[in-house]
């Protein structure tokens, strides 16, 4: 089940913007994110949910897409996020946040996809624009954002080649590739 999961837990970057994504939902994947493993317990952590069509406009104006596809500015109005994760460190509390971060976003992308949905970490985050258009307070430096909603695209895995690329791909019917390593490169003893 859980390899399932992980399959189905692709990296989505365009969706039926239409289709909303309730708080609740929001809350029950940072809940996925709460009981999952933090250095030291000391869980400094914080998010900011939205779903509403004006602030997830906003955080829209500072994301970047998809960097391998070039000629793609990102998804168009109509195919956008129906809702936004924006994962904050507590600087009160820690400040380190590096693997608590990727554990956390993984929790809440996994719970998304069990129930139908489909995100994208995004990291390119143009933070200082976005502190400023949320009023986020500087005590939270700004980690990281998911954007989620119900994918409209198709994303197949591909086993990166003997030319080792691993920038993935849009093909003429706009499927989506993402090349992987197969396991015998990666376990190297
Ligand atoms: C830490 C991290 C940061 C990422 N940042 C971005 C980003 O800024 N924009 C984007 O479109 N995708 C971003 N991605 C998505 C990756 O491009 C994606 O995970 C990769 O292409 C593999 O595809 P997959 O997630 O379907 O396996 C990020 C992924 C990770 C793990």
């Known amino acids: ?20 994504i309730k708080p609740e939902t929001l809350k029950e994947l940072i809940d996925l994110a ?3 493993p933090s250095a030291t317990n000391k869980q400094p952590l914080k998010y900011i949910l939205s779903c509403d069509p004006q602030e997830n406009a906003l955080i829209f104006l500072h994301l970047a897409w998809a960097g391998y596809l070039e000629d793609w500015p990102g998804p168009e109005e109509g195919e956008r996020p129906s809702a936004y994760i924006i994962i904050l460190g507590d600087t009160e509390i ?14 809440i992308l996994l719970g998304a996809a069990e129930k139908g949905l489909g995100g994208c970490n995004i990291a390119s985050v143009n933070k200082e624009a976005l502190r400023k258009a949320l009023e986020i307070p500087n005590r939270y430096e700004i980690l990281h954002v998911i954007a989620l ?22 093909d003429s019917q706009g499927i989506h590739h993402v090349p992987k390593r197969p396991l015998d490169k990666i376990i190297i003893g």
Do not use: C, H
Request: net charge positive; charged share 30%.
């Open 1 to 20: 089940m859980i390899r399932d999961l992980i399959l189905k837990n692709r990296s989505y970057r365009r969706f039926y913007q239409e289709v909303d």
């Open 34 to 36: 709460r009981l999952s």
């Open 94 to 107: 820690s400040q380190s946040f590096s693997i608590d971060l990727g554990i956390a976003t993984q929790s």
């Open 149 to 170: 909603g119900k994918p409209k695209e198709t994303v197949v895995i591909e086993t990166v080649g003997a030319d080792g690329d691993i920038k993935y791909w849009r």
